[in-house]
């Protein structure tokens, strides 16, 4: 069985986009996106520099077209489950039919609107912790008053709070932990300095009105298989200002009996947890259209299995 994820925010590069916009169609596309919400994701993905895309209010729709366009490109495919990690579950809603990519790409344009306006009202970020053990890290991040708001299982934790919070913690890294890593994200997602933007979002979920899911939709909130799209819809507005549980996502993977794991574009973070908390488990990570015929193969292997 394969399972097809899309990352979160953090794994744009400058750039990233370009390779895709030469396949057929692709550039106009995007294009069409890009005037349905009032961004020219075509210049953000090939043109703009680090700072320009780390933006929220950019960052997240740039992933979510990113991921749909380079779902596209692989053709017909039939994945035997979709989870996405944070803005990447918007992605996998509509790689999972729960939402069109038009009713996609609007909801995360809104999402990156709110949750900006929410970083703007204090200095906050995020940093990765490798290495440790969970239960100790999350108890020294509580400590420090920090939030453990990703949950990456295979030894990786994201903490968020403030930047003296986070100043704190490279200088007192819990018991265990190899490094502190800071993220290049634009505020404290997936913590209570992201309630603001809950209210607004859930507006813009009311007027939607979603399909159940084609395929299992595996759940950043506990790992689970939801069957609803309106669920579907009630957990992507709740999640932003709640921990991220991939760490549980990839033991649900594994009840589901996965084989495969193949990760859109930017791929690249997921297929490298995959790596070390599902062994024996294929990974492939679509980084540019050189990658598809590779995850097409794998697609042809795995996906009855």
């Not at 990156?112 to 204090?122: H, I, N, P, R, S």
């Amino acid at each position: 069985m394969l399972v097809l994820v899309a990352p979160g925010q953090g794994a744009q590069t400058p750039g990233f986009l370009t390779p895709w916009l030469e396949l057929p169609g692709a550039a106009d596309r995007v294009a069409a996106w890009s005037d349905a919400i009032g961004l020219d994701l075509v210049h953000y993905g090939t043109q703009a520099d680090a700072d320009a895309i780390r933006d929220t209010a950019v960052a997240q729709p740039l992933l979510v077209a990113a991921g749909i366009l380079s779902a596209a490109a692989l053709g017909d495919i039939n994945p035997g489950a979709v989870a996405g990690h944070s803005v990447g579950e918007i992605t996998a809603a509509a790689f999972a039919g729960v939402l069109d990519d038009t009713a996609a790409l609007g909801l995360v344009r809104k999402r990156g609107l709110a949750m900006a306006d929410a970083a703007a009202v204090t200095e906050t970020g995020m940093a990765a912790l490798l290495g440790g053990d969970p239960e100790t890290s999350v108890a020294h991040l509580e400590k420090l008053g920090l939030t453990p708001a990703n949950i990456n299982g295979a030894g990786q934790i994201v903490a968020a709070g403030t930047l003296e919070q986070l100043a704190a913690l490279a200088e007192d890294k819990p018991e265990g932990v190899r490094k502190v890593i800071p993220l290049k994200v634009a505020g404290a997602f997936h913590t209570r300095h992201m309630a603001p933007a809950v209210e607004t979002l859930a507006k813009a979920a009311a007027a939607l009105s979603p399909a159940d899911p084609k395929v299992p939709y595996v759940s950043n909130k506990d790992g689970r298989a939801v069957a609803s799209g309106a669920e579907v819809l009630e957990r992507l507005v709740g999640q932003v200002a709640n921990p991220v549980r991939w760490d549980l996502c990839m033991e649900t993977f594994k009840e589901l009996g996965v084989t495969a794991l193949v990760e859109v574009c930017p791929g690249g973070t997921l297929t490298g947890l995959a790596k070390r908390a599902l062994p024996g488990v294929a990974t492939l990570a679509l980084k540019t259209p050189d990658d598809l015929d590779a995850a097409r193969a794998l697609f042809a292997e795995h996906a009855g299995a």
